[in-house]
Nanobody
Framework: QVQLVESGGGLVQDGGSLSVSCTAS????????MAWFRQAPGKAREFVAY????????SYADSVKGRFTIYRDGAKNTVYLQMNSLKPEDTAVYFC?????????????????WGQGTQVTVSS
């Protein structure tokens, strides 16, 4: 079993930057895929960014491409999401997810383990 714990997040002004991190523990050797999703009030959980096991492959939602960067530190079993040029529409709870076998990268149902989420609020 894999446990994921997010940290970071908080309140930032429109155009500002913020970073969130996700540290994995437990059966980390089984993790092949990690991703960030977000969920705003009253909306479905949506894909934000993806990174594969060795960090060589990344993918982003069109809405964050060019503004967000996902990267990982294998030695620390930690994945980061650097968020720049934040907009009020980025306000959401951000969740970290890990998976063993993931095909589409963007479907929440394909990920096996989830963190508890961390709030990111961008004020206008």
């Amino acid at each position: 079993q894999v446990q994921l714990v997010e940290s970071g997040g908080g309140l930032v002004q429109d155009g500002g930057s913020l970073s969130v991190s996700c540290t994995a523990s437990g059966r980390t050797f089984s993790i092949n895929h990690m991703a960030w999703f977000r969920q705003a009030p009253g909306k479905a959980r949506e894909f934000v960014a993806y990174i594969n096991r060795n960090g060589a492959v990344t993918s982003y939602a069109d809405s964050v491409k060019g503004r967000f960067t996902i990267y990982r530190d294998g030695a620390k079993n930690t994945v980061y999401l650097q968020m720049n040029s934040l907009k009020p529409e980025d306000t959401a709870v951000y969740f970290c997810a890990s998976g063993v076998r993931v095909l589409t990268l963007t479907k929440p149902s394909e990920y096996d383990s989830w963190g508890q989420g961390t709030q990111v609020t961008v004020s206008s």
